[in-house]
């Protein structure tokens, strides 16, 4: 199947999830999250796909099958219904300072067979939903398109950390490989290297608009963690998409109502740079506010906010608690 190429967000509490999938496997999740962010935004699906939420608050998908291969000559069925099997067995593991979850990823998958039109169906229990859909902890940005086309599910996740990113980062060698879900495999810190990291950063280089730069850190005489340089690569870059990045570059009124915009910056001194520093709040409001409901909003909490230690956090703080509350409301889920 064709893939349409479209920049898809990815909560980054899945993007950091402790999981190991095959190639097959991550095109299901890419998938899910594709379909997630058409139901966010509002979006009509194309009319092979299909959601439905039931009573229950689960979320039941249908896929076409051809939509998890990358080409007509990909006609690898058996690999998909065991990548099915295998995300019926797996459970998406998350934690922090403040929770752990451990959580079965998908039920009752079941693949209709049609000839080329073969579709598979399954449900997404309430609580996974909202760890796709929950960006309050923050989202990295890919093209769809690329990250359909990995061969290797390590570049994937690389890919996927590093997507959009512009500072430096270190992870642990016991880190990285909990995020990719590798266990005990790999003791040697030189095998993990040179079967994990290598072989991503090849593919990475070779199609995709980011890659790295890494540098082993050593403690004493053993490598413990790894240095990581985002490396952007604009000649891999869908030209339509980087049109579209440009010209929201181009103003931080793309997602900021002129009324709104004028009233932080006049009544409160907000600058430029502190408004870019918050747009993926602004676009997040934009896409689920009116402009007159955020102008009344901020309104409201004018006098709040003036008599605040801090005005302009409790603003900013203020529009994320707002955009936290429409996201339940509209979703019917606990965005924790």
């Not at 039941?60 to 219904?81: A, W």
């Not at 009124?253 to 910056?265: E, H, R």
């Not at 896409?287 to 008599?307: G, H, K, P, T």
Request: contains cysteine.
């Amino acid at each position: 199947m064709k893939i349409t190429n479209k920049e898809v967000l990815q909560s980054y509490i899945l993007t950091t999830a402790k999981y190991d999938y095959s190639v097959y496997e991550k095109r299901i999740l890419y998938r899910i999250i594709e379909i997630l962010q058409f139901l966010i935004e509002g979006k009509k699906l194309n009319e092979k796909y299909s959601i439905q939420i039931t009573t229950q608050n689960d979320y039941d998908f249908q896929i076409p099958l051809s939509s998890i291969l990358v080409n007509e000559k990909d006609e690898n069925y058996t690999r998909i219904k065991n990548a099915f099997k295998s995300l019926q067995k797996k459970i998406i593991e998350y934690e922090d300072n403040k929770t752990w979850l451990s959580l079965n990823l998908i039920e009752r998958p079941e693949i209709t067979k049609n000839g080329g039109n073969s579709y598979a169906s399954f449900r997404v229990s309430p609580m996974i939903a909202e760890c796709f859909m929950d960006f309050s902890k923050g989202f990295r940005k890919y093209e769809l398109k690329v990250a359909m086309e990995f061969e290797s599910e390590y570049s994937m996740r690389f890919y996927e950390l590093l997507s959009n990113k512009k500072t430096p980062i270190n992870y642990s060698i016991e880190n990285l490989k909990e995020i990719f879900g590798l266990g005990d495999k790999y003791k040697l810190t030189a095998n993990f290297i040179n079967k994990v990291i290598v072989p991503a950063k090849k593919e990475l280089d070779s199609r995709s608009p980011y890659t790295f730069h890494y540098e082993p850190i050593k403690t004493g005489r053993k490598i413990t963690s790894i240095h990581f340089v985002p490396i952007y690569q604009p000649q891999f870059e869908d030209e339509n998409l980087k049109k579209q990045k440009l010209n929201k570059q181009m103003s931080n009124k793309w997602f900021i109502p002129k009324n709104v915009y004028d009233f932080l910056i006049h009544n409160f001194n907000f600058t430029d740079k502190e408004l870019n520093n918050n747009l993926n709040l602004f676009e997040n409001l934009y896409n689920n506010m009116s402009e007159e409901a955020l102008l009344d909003f901020l309104v409201d909490i004018r006098f709040f906010a003036s008599n605040a230690d801090n005005p302009k956090g409790f603003i900013i703080g203020s529009l994320k608690k707002k955009a936290e509350q429409i996201f339940e409301q509209k979703y019917g889920l606990n965005n924790k």
